[in-house]
C-alpha cells in the first residue's frame, strides 16, 4: 500500500503563487507515475499534471496549465511539487495527488489510479 498525503494550500489573490506539496509512503517503491488533478465546487475531477518515472522523468501537463503549472519529484523525500504561479480564480479547486502501480490507460484519466491523497483546497480571488 501507498499512502498520499498533500499539503501547501491556502487562499490566494490573482497572480500569487503556490506550492503544494504530495509526501509518499509504504511502498514507494511501487510507484511509477504521479499526478495531480483538481475538482472545482460542481465540477468532475480534471487532470492537472502527471510526472513518470523511468530512465529519465517525465512530465505532461493540462493546457489550462501549460506554462504557469511546474511538477517536480525529490526521489530522496518521496515527494512531488505542483508549483504554480500566476494563478487565477479559475484555478480554485481542491486539488488531489494520485499514484499509479503499473502503467496502464491514459494518465489523465482518474480511474487508473491506484491511490489518493485526502486533497488540499486552494482558493484565488480575483
Known amino acids: 500500500q501507498v499512502q498520499l498525503v498533500e499539503s501547501g494550500g491556502g487562499v490566494v489573490q490573482a497572480g500569487a503563487s503556490l506550492r503544494l506539496s504530495c509526501a509518499a509512503s509504504?511502498?514507494?517503491?511501487?510507484?511509477?507515475?504521479t499526478s495531480w488533478f483538481r475538482q472545482a465546487p460542481g465540477k468532475e475531477r480534471d487532470f492537472v499534471s502527471s510526472?513518470?518515472?523511468?530512465?529519465?522523468?517525465?512530465?505532461d501537463y493540462a493546457d489550462s496549465v501549460k506554462g504557469r503549472f511546474t511538477i517536480s519529484s525529490d526521489n530522496a523525500k518521496n515527494t512531488v511539487y505542483l508549483q504554480m504561479n500566476s494563478l487565477q480564480p479559475e484555478d480554485t479547486a481542491v486539488y488531489y495527488c494520485?499514484?499509479?502501480?503499473?502503467?496502464?490507460?491514459?494518465?489523465?484519466?482518474?480511474?487508473?489510479?491506484?491511490?489518493w491523497g485526502q486533497g488540499t483546497a486552494v482558493t484565488v480571488s480575483s
Open positions: 494520485a499514484a499509479q502501480s503499473r502503467i496502464r490507460g491514459s494518465l489523465s484519466t482518474a480511474e487508473v489510479y491506484d491511490y
Open positions: 510526472i513518470s518515472y523511468g530512465n529519465s522523468a517525465y512530465a
Open positions: 509504504g511502498r514507494t517503491y511501487s510507484i511509477v507515475t
